[in-house]
């Protein structure tokens, strides 16, 4: 009899629970209940042939020393990149937030670029920042335009005024279930590169070519 493939594992680290819904906060009290906009987002790319192998905040990533980073962040993906492998997952999947750090953006994608050649046999990496942040994701998934061109709370009353409270993940998580991921403005250069980076991982991954 055939053994079935093994579903590809997939470690996720965000901000906080808007990001990994019931996947937040220490892993003993970790469970699937209550997906978050990365587990959402990558089940409309890939909705088969994956699990979550294993979460945890950026808060939370261990102290990682890497020879020439200078930004914490770039350290920070490092040390999620290592976090996913001991978990035994093939993909590491996260978003940061950019906040007021304009060096965030690079840093990020230093660490992205250093994961390949700091370990053997490291993760495929699904991330990046989400500028200004994960509100300004959503307010793209809903189809403003301009939305890095926000500050932080600006982007927070912009949802505010659409009746999303900054907490209201679950509200989130419906924005991003029901947006067609397509149709996202090209302007939101940091959600259509993460959405883009899925697209190459996942559906190869787990063996199927869902859009």
């Known amino acids: 009899m055939t053994k079935p493939p093994e579903k590809t594992r997939i470690f996720l680290v965000g901000e906080g629970e808007n990001e990994l819904g019931s996947r937040a906060g220490a892993p003993a009290y970790q469970s699937d209940k209550r997906p978050g906009v990365l587990w959402t987002l990558l089940s409309r790319v890939q909705p088969a042939g994956w699990v ?38 093939d993909v590491l999947a996260f978003s940061r937030d950019i906040d007021r750090d304009p060096a965030r953006r690079e840093a990020i994608e230093e660490g992205i670029r250093r994961v390949a050649s700091t370990m053997p046999a490291p993760p495929e990496v699904i991330g990046g920042v989400a500028v200004p942040a994960l509100s300004g ?4 998934l809903l189809g403003e335009k301009a939305t890095e061109e926000l500050s932080p709370l600006r982007a927070q009353a912009m949802l505010a005024a659409k009746g999303m409270m900054p907490d209201d993940g679950a509200a989130m998580v419906r924005v991003a279930e029901d947006a067609d991921l397509d149709a996202v403005p090209q302007d939101a250069a940091s959600l259509t590169e993460w959405i883009a980076r899925a697209r190459a991982v996942l559906p190869r991954r787990a063996g199927r070519g869902v859009r």
């Open 52 to 89: 979550v192998g294993g979460a945890r905040e950026w808060k939370s990533i261990r102290k990682y020393k890497a020879r020439g980073a200078t930004h914490e962040d770039t350290r920070n993906v490092l040390g999620a990149a290592l976090d996913a492998k001991e978990a035994g997952c």
């Open 137 to 140: 994701w959503i307010l793209a």
